[in-house]
Each structure stands twice: as C-alpha cells, then as structure tokens.
C-alpha cells in the first residue's frame, strides 16, 4: 500500500491515464513511448469497483475531478482549496496504490495463463481471473472500513501493464465535523502520521493480504539499511539514483519535443484563424455587392461558394488541429507529472543518503571505464606489428583475451571492487559464471594513486569473472 497526498486535485490528463480516456490516436503514442509500459490488448480487463463492491467496466463518462465534486456537493461538503485567493492549499485527497510482487499479482490476475510482458506483444488471449476480482473487492472493502464507502472516489484496477495494480482516490474527510481533514483522518502530526500508516499496513496484511499469499509491505518510514546490509543497501541506492537520472533525462527530452509540437500547433491554429478572418471579411464583402446593382452576380455568386468550401476545409483542419493540440497537451501534463513524481523520489532518496554516493560513482564508473579502455589499447601494442603465433600468446599474456571476453562483467566488478564492496564482487562474479577467487587481504595499498587502484581493480575483476580452470584455445 503506497499512500501520497494530494493538494491540487486529479487533473484531467492523470483522470484520462487512469480511466484509459485515451482516443486511437494517444493509444498508438503510449504505447511508442519509451517511457511508458502500457499493452492495449489487455486495456478490455481493466475494470473498476464500485459501491457494494460491484465490479464493472470502468466509468469514463465522468473524469475523477468531476466525481470528487459531485460527492461534495451531495453532502454539502467544501473544498477548502476553491476558495478564491487561497495562500496555503490543503490536503484534500488520498491517492493511495495497492499492488504486490509482479509474480504473485500476475498470478492472481491470470492464473497458469501466460503472458508476454514484452513490449508490443499480443495478449488479447488472455482472461481475467475471479480471484483478481475478490482480491480488488477485498481491498475495496477494506478501504470503506476504515475510511467510508462514501468517501471513496474512484477506484480502478489495472491489468494492462507490467505489475496488476489498483488506483484508489479518497477524500478525508472527518465525519464528526464533515469537513476535509488530512490531519484528522491520518494524523494531527508527522509522528502521528507515521503511526496510522504503519497501523494500517498491519490491519491490511491481517484483514485482507496474508489470504491472498501477499507479504505485508513496508512503510516509508521503516525502510533503510536495517532491512539489508549497508553494502546492499548502498549499492541499491546506487542503482537507483542512476536509474533515475536517466528516467530524467527522457523525460526532459519529451517534455521538449512536446513543447516544440505544441508551439508548432499552435502557430499553425493561429494561422488558419487568420485564414478564416480574411475568407469571412471577402464573404462578407461579396453579400453587401450582391446587394447592389451593376454586379455580375453569377460570378460573385460562384466566388461565394468558393470561399464558403475554403472556409469548410479551414475549419476541418482547426478541429483537426485542435484535437492534436489537446491531445498534445494531455500528453504533456502526463510527462510533466511523470517528472514530479520523479523528483520527489529524488528528493527522498537525497534525504536518506544524500548525494555524495551518487557523484561518487559516477565518478568511479567515468574512470574506471576510462583506465578500462587505455588498458585495452596498451595490452594491443605488443602485437601490432604482426600476428604470428608467438605474438598471440603475447596477446594472451597481456590479458587482452580476460579483459575483452566479458568486458561488461569486468567494468561492473571492477566497480564493486573500488568501492569496497569486496561481497558483492565475489557474488556478481560467481553469478556471471566466474570463479570468484580467494579476497583475503584485497584492497587499496598506501602507495595506490588513483590510477594504479583503478588498474588493480580491472585486472582482479578480469581473474574473478573467468571461469575457473578455463583455458582459451587460440589457432589461426
């Protein structure tokens, strides 16, 4: 269970992703992008629950925005946030995922059926399983236990991407006073907080999880170094923190081609109004002559029917134009939310551990890869002239072979080893079929620079990714 506040409520393009509003069109762009992970073959098992649990196609005659202000406007409830000149927006929704290992909820989605998670593959076999249903059904009631049916938004399950999942939205909302309370639903303070989330991931496993043969999650604020060793935990941190900045990366570069496209769109709409401006001021020129004597009317007749078929076309082109702008826009929006979330993790991740791991390997990789490659071009030197056979055993010697055959394997451990994580080089060594090999006393000698460490580094993580007892045949 992943529990994130909200103060601005669901914008219309995060209600669109959620619902699957999306036209052929924005279907064909989600499932390009590279950053997205959606399979419209499996878009007709989405479904949603509603209240008494009823299970049913998911609604879209309604975004989710439009439902929040419906159930407060049926109790008389207001948000606090659509005040005019509001100077600190409040907490007015609970946007609360629920989900578990990919394995296990594939499982209970589909059963023994299988399923192709590659991208742009065909699962219109497949069938949803009752057991997906019965779990969504326990999660729903589980919510309006706790919370109240009547406060309960939305609540959609996806089946349609990598990891089954729910999307529920709740408003908290204090029954006592009947006014939205983020403090009094969860917590009045921080520490509060933290107690009504780790409360309810209990009261979730025991209630509802542990019937279905899922493991109670872990909150926020119990995760860190204590669950793992620190080496795992700061070499998961490493990982991570790369990962994202790549995901940034993408994201920023769509986000300009979407504002490109938008730019250009726009233009383009704009020039076209201009078009039918000048094409309404000759039709309107024409009618006042047809009005007049002396005009050939048969011709300014003709010409009227002319523009009137221009002013048809422009118009078929402003609306066509116009669904791509919003298209674009909604597009946008996703991206751009995308990129918050992602922050925000960043953010978190910076308060944990800070940056100084994520500059610092980095670094590490940039030169180590570096030393890597000049290794590479001295171990060749010695055989440039010619390649006879006493030059391959030369080659052989200089480590060229170990150095090339896994070079991925070599740079990846070699990195383990330069940050001391002496554990985890042997086990990824081991796990890429090599022999691992005695670490008893490894590590950086007083007289290392930089360079020589790096080199050592390199040269130990080639012996330990190669197979024991392997010997490379070379003939001509």
Known sequence: MDVHPNKDGISKAE??????????????????????????????????????????????????????????????????NARDNVRRKQRILAQMIFGGSRERMLEIAFGDQAVNLEKGADNSHLKRTEDIEKWAADIYNFVARKFGENNIVSFYVHLDETNPHIHCTLLPIDEKSKRISWKRVFGETPTEESATFTRLHNELYEEVNKNWGLERGSNKAETGAKHRSTEEYKRDLVNQVQELENTREGLLKQIHRMEIKLKGLSTMIANLQARKEKINEEIEHIAKQLGEDGQDKELLAKRMTELRKQMEEIDRKISDKQRMLDETEDVLADV?????????EHTRMSKIVGDDIDREAKSIHSNIVTTYYKMMAESLQPVIPTLSNEQREVLKDSGFYDLTDNPQHVITCALFLAINYIKEATTYAESCGGGGGNMSGWGRDKDDDDERWWMRCIARAAAMVKPSGRKIKRGR
């Open 336 to 344: 751009k939310a995308k990129l918050d979330g992602l922050r925000q």
């Open 15 to 80: 209600s669109n992703e959620q619902q699957r509003n999306w036209s052929n069109n924005l279907w064909v762009k989600k499932v390009q992008d590279g950053l997205a992970n959606y399979d419209p073959t499996r878009a007709h098992l989405n479904f949603e629950v509603t209240k008494g649990g009823k299970i049913q196609p998911i609604d879209k005659s309604k975004s989710i925005d439009e439902k929040m202000n419906d159930i407060l406007r049926s109790r008389g409830i207001k948000n606090p």
